[in-house]
């Protein structure tokens, strides 16, 4: 079985102006949750879309399952399981109507799959309510119950937290780790809420201006979020000297004009400052703190943020 | 494709614009008889008759009512699944366009049907019921009976008219340019009837093919014939090829 459920080749998508994804080489390894990240107007959406095959590329390759989306049998697409954007379904309809029309389509109509999606996400005393009438957070859980009502291999979730409440998203969160950690399923999803990332996602994509930055596994991304001290010298290179000789710590980066980071050996930090001022060294700060996760992101993507 | 047509149905469920067409199948024989009955006491030698009252029906619903309610509903079976932003989802499932464009097409040749049949319900009982003060001719099995079948051939000759407006629909994606064509096109409707080009006219050649007077009008049976078939094919390629290039969403 191939490594990779879903991988692109320079997958490229433009329409009039500049290209909404260009270039696109993703990896999605199987049985994981690969989360991929990026400002509105990155292209996550356009890449899903095109996964799904809403919307057709105008360059490179997909390949879904091991096989090459151009070649690829559209009864493989019930292996998929997606939500993209805010999920839309008939307004007139109630929840269990829209379900059954999606199921009926499928070829897959069966009630107990039905009723088990509604339950999994709590909409089963509100299938009778018309999907109008629902509330964004109920139309995301629903959302989210037709995309896995089936059963699928891949989930492909555009923004799948969107609109819940603090329980939904603690509720939704669970559920994909448990498909993912019971069933094998890949989940493929957008994010913005980097948080998310931390507690969901083993691996990680970073598109900006429809290009993919980084790709990169949690461990990688610990190694940018983890704990040091941060000490405010008059004199950076000998304060890294003392670093080094006296403490022998390599593992340590100057940030600013006068700051050091010190990533190892934080425990001896009261030590450390004195050996700083045995030396001559004046520290006019000491603080512990956490690599922000969105410093990397911005850090990344050369901008205000993950917006 | 059972399953999509029973889909297509479904869709349809508690939609006002059923209801509304529904309720609007009545309205044209109602109108007709009240003006038959306000004819006929107008002028005394003048019978009021099931078969009049069907002529005159006919006459509205292909030539106005029919077009402008059930182009209407064509734009509206395709611009909903827009509006309501529903294609991201059927199309992810997925379902190939081409079935799906063929859902359409059957659900709303079928939803034309009804409404002619509902009309024809309507004919009937508004006949019936008239008679029940006043005399009214021609109310037999064999009148009712020729009568269902001229309205289902001209629900036949109506849907095929108005393919095109699901390309419409289709290449707009709402509703405002197709309902600005229907409303000149029941306009031109009415402006042509009577014409000598009234037969050349797809949507007044329907009429006129159905009542049998498009020889009259300086065409004939088969080029009338060809002209709505035409336009009916014309609208279904134009729809499955502005349907197939585009992306969804």
Known sequence: ?307 | MADIVYCEWKKLKRSKIITTGVLGSFIVPFLVVVNQIRISFADASVDLSMGGIYEDSIMFIMLLFGPLVMAVVAVWLVSREYTEKTLKTIFAIPIGRGRFLAGKFIMFFLLVLLFMLLSWVNIIAVSVICNLFLEVTQITFVSAVYILIRMLKGGLLLSATLTPFIWLALRTKGTFAPFVVIAALSLLNVVLSGSPIAGFYPWTASYLLLTGRIAGMGSSVFTGTMIILSVCLIGIVLSIWEFQKKDIG
């Open chain 1, 1 to 307: 079985m191939n490594q990779y459920v879903i991988e692109t080749e320079n997958l490229t998508k433009k329409y009039d102006g500049p290209a909404v994804v260009d270039g696109l080489n993703l990896h999605v390894p199987a049985g994981k949750i690969y989360a991929l990240l990026g400002r509105n107007g990155a292209g996550k959406t356009t890449t899903m879309k095109m996964l799904l095959n809403l919307v057709r590329p105008t360059g490179g390759r997909i390949t879904l399952f091991g096989e090459a989306s151009a070649a690829f049998d559209k009864k493989n697409y019930y292996r998929i399981g997606s939500l993209i954007e805010t999920p839309s379904f008939y307004e007139n309809l109630t929840a269990w109507e829209n379900l059954e029309i999606l199921a009926r389509l499928r070829g897959r109509h069966r009630r107990d799959e039905i009723e088990h999606a509604l339950t999994a996400f709590n909409l089963d005393r509100e299938k009778k309510k018309r999907f109008r009438d629902y509330s964004l957070g109920m139309k995301q859980r629903l959302g989210l119950a037709a995309a896995i009502m089936h059963e699928p291999e891949l989930l492909i979730l555009d923004e799948p937290m969107n609109g819940l409440d603090p329980v939904g998203i603690h509720e939704v969160r669970s559920y994909l780790l448990q498909l993912c950690r019971e069933k094998g399923t890949t989940i493929f999803l957008s994010t913005h809420i980097l948080s998310e990332i931390e507690q969901l996602a083993e691996v990680i994509g970073v598109m900006d201006q429809g290009r993919l930055l980084e790709e990169t596994g949690l461990q990688e991304l610990y190694r940018h979020n983890r704990r040091y001290v941060e000490f405010e010298v008059s004199d950076v290179r000998r304060a890294s000297l003392v670093f080094e000789r006296l403490f022998g710590i390599s593992d340590y980066a100057v940030t600013g004009n006068g700051t050091l980071r010190l990533y190892e050996q934080l425990q001896r930090r009261a030590e450390i400052n004195r050996g700083l001022l045995t030396e001559g060294i004046t520290v006019s700060g000491v603080s512990v703190g956490a690599g922000k996760l969105e410093d990397y992101f911005t850090k990344l993507v050369g901008g205000e943020g993950i917006g």
